[in-house]
């Protein structure tokens, strides 16, 4: 579905990509959409932007949004850019891709790498295999341990349970 409405749209979009000032927009703690201007992000968690774009960031400028600017206010959410906070993308990664794409994305390839992101092709026909190594990517620098409660009674009847579904591991 990703994949379907991106083609559909194409590059008729706005033209000045601001990714990274939305995506901090969407992140931040004081995002008015989000309900009291209560965090809805939990104290530990993996944060991670997909930046999903035929230009670059600010392609015809749009202020201080840089990826310096960036990774600081990931570090504002009190976050570590490259450890437990990660860009990732699908842009046109260098001059040899994807010639329909308006600008080469060197921003946020500035950005994925010095998070330890990962970066696919804005122009390629499947996004799966990005997406999936963007997947298990989060998966490894996701926190899975969980600290319980209390000790249980026994280790023979301890049955996990996460979202209302049990732990079959």
């Known amino acids: 579905q990703l994949e379907t409405a991106i083609h559909a749209l194409g590059t008729s979009g706005a033209g000045n990509e601001e990714g990274y000032a939305q995506s901090i927009k969407g992140l931040n703690a004081d995002n008015p959409a ?11 968690s993996v944060v991670a932007a997909l930046i999903v774009s035929d230009e670059d960031n600010c392609s015809q400028g749009c202020g201080p949004a840089n990826t310096a600017w960036m ?15 990660r860009i990732y993308g699908i842009i046109r990664r260098d001059a040899s891709e994807c010639s329909s794409a308006a600008h080469i994305g060197d921003q946020y390839m500035e950005g994925i790498e010095q998070t330890n992101g990962i970066a696919g092709a804005i122009c390629d026909a499947d996004y799966g295999p990005t997406l999936q190594r963007i997947s298990a990517d989060i998966g490894v620098i996701a926190n899975t341990t969980f600290e319980l409660d209390h000790a249980p009674y026994s280790v023979a009847t301890l049955e996990v349970w996460i979202n209302g579904t049990k732990y079959e591991g």
């Not at 989000?34 to 530990?44: D, Y």
């Not at 959410?77 to 450890?83: F, S």
Request: proline letters at 4%; glycine letters at 16%.
């Open 71 to 85: 990774k600081s206010e990931l570090q504002n959410l009190g976050r570590t850019p490259g450890d437990d906070a």
């Open 34 to 44: 989000v309900a009291g201007n209560q965090s809805w992000l939990r104290a530990g």
